[in-house]
Nanobody, 114 residues
Framework: QVQLVESGGGSVQTGGSLKLSCTAPTYIMSYCEMGWYRQVPGKERELITKNGAYYADSMKGRFTVSQDKTDNMLYLQMNNLQTSDTAMYYC????????????WGQGTQVTVSS
């Protein structure tokens, strides 16, 4: 079973920052398209970034993705957080080995209060 594990979520006030982490096996980091999504209960899952691109307009300039393949880590730095950023954040590995195969973490909750 492929394991992706997110961490780093928590509760912050508006304007605060969080850095999320995702760990995955080396072969996942190497042969899948890594990215971050978020989801609010009752709403559609929203793409944040994949392959270092495709940031939503509301997140551009505030969210930054980075990757450390040596340590099998994917990060999401989130700055100037707003209440609208409150969601469950997921690490994703998609289109693995050029196929439609995808893997997801369990999510980490981010709550932003005013």
């Amino acid at each position: 079973q492929v394991q992706l594990v997110e961490s780093g979520g928590g509760s912050v006030q508006t304007g605060g920052s969080l850095k999320l982490s995702c760990t995955a096996p080396t072969y996942i980091m190497s042969y899948c398209e890594m990215g971050w999504y978020r989801q609010v209960p009752g709403k559609e899952r929203e793409l944040i970034t994949k392959n270092g691109a495709y940031y939503a307009d509301s997140m551009k300039g505030r969210f930054t993705v980075s990757q450390d393949k040596t340590d099998n880590m994917l990060y999401l730095q989130m700055n100037n957080l707003q209440t609208s950023d409150t969601a469950m954040y997921y690490c994703a590995a998609e289109r693995c080995w050029g196929t439609a195969t995808s893997y997801w973490g369990q999510g980490t909750q981010v709550t932003v209060s005013s």
